[in-house]
């Protein structure tokens, strides 16, 4: 695999947020930046990826294929890292293809993907078109055992001691992973920003099992962190956003580490983790 051309900011940066709401609780927050890793491939779409696509090369694979909404990161960075690391990349699309292309899917055509669209019903079975194969297949979203242990690396990347270790969640993937390298008391604490995500509970233990052979017990998820459902936006969370920029100049994703921020944020404020120190990850 072509590595020279993709420059990556590991260990991501660890930041201490300052903020008069945390130092009136003895509460240390740090933030995990994930999202400086790299602007085409950021946070956990890296270390979901790497290890596939080690294998895909050690399978002997030249093309990936994956699944996506139109607006997904997962197909933006399956397509910058095929173009990255000199695989052919195929994008299959739920719904109808839609000109001119959005600026994420346009993108990943301009990396190099492949676009095939599906109907949404097709798409639940995930099918993977006979003209494409063989090729090394991606989740959506990019969970799988090998992404678990990319994301499995992130606790060791801490220098410093902590209690909660704070993650957005969408498939489960990257809480599986830090989960299972967490030590001692350590907990890890995930915010599912799709409404109604309970079934979250058994992937991330599924997950764990597949990449690890057991499932830990040393992590929760927040089901009422999903402020209306995936990509909504409410008047509570965009301001919170735009304070929190104000306070912090962080600019955070309003579909998951806003959430994910906003809600923890309301957690601190009820008195949960008052005298502990908190790593959230921003991705």
Known sequence: ?????????????????????????????????????????????????????????EGGHRRLLTFGGAYSDHIRATAAAGHHFGFETVGIIRGEEHRPLNESLAFAVDHGMTLAYVDRTTYRNKPVPERFRPCYVLP?????????????????????????????????????????????????????????AHYLNDEVRRLQREA?????????IDHEAHFGGYAKRPHELTEFVDDFQERHDIALDPVYEAKMMCALFRRIDAGEFAGTTIVAVLA
Not at 25 to 40: C, E, S
Not at 167 to 183: D, E, F, Q
């Open 140 to 196: 959506e979203g990019g969970s799988n055992d090998h992404a678990v242990r990319g994301c499995a690396d992130l606790p060791a990347e801490i220098d410093v001691g902590f209690d909660v270790l704070c993650c957005a969640c969408g498939t489960g993937g990257t809480l599986a992973g830090v989960a299972a390298t967490l030590h001692g008391d350590q907990r890890a604490l995930g915010f599912a920003v799709l409404k109604g």
């Open 212 to 220: 690890f052979g057991a499932a830990t017990t040393n992590w929760m």
């Open 1 to 57: 695999m072509r590595t020279s051309q993709l420059a990556l900011n590991l260990p991501s940066p660890l930041a201490e947020l300052h903020d008069d709401r945390l130092r009136a609780q003895g509460i240390r927050l740090l933030l995990k930046r994930d999202d400086l890793i790299n602007p085409a491939i950021p946070g956990n779409k890296w270390r979901k990826l790497k290890y596939n696509l080690a294998a895909a090369k």
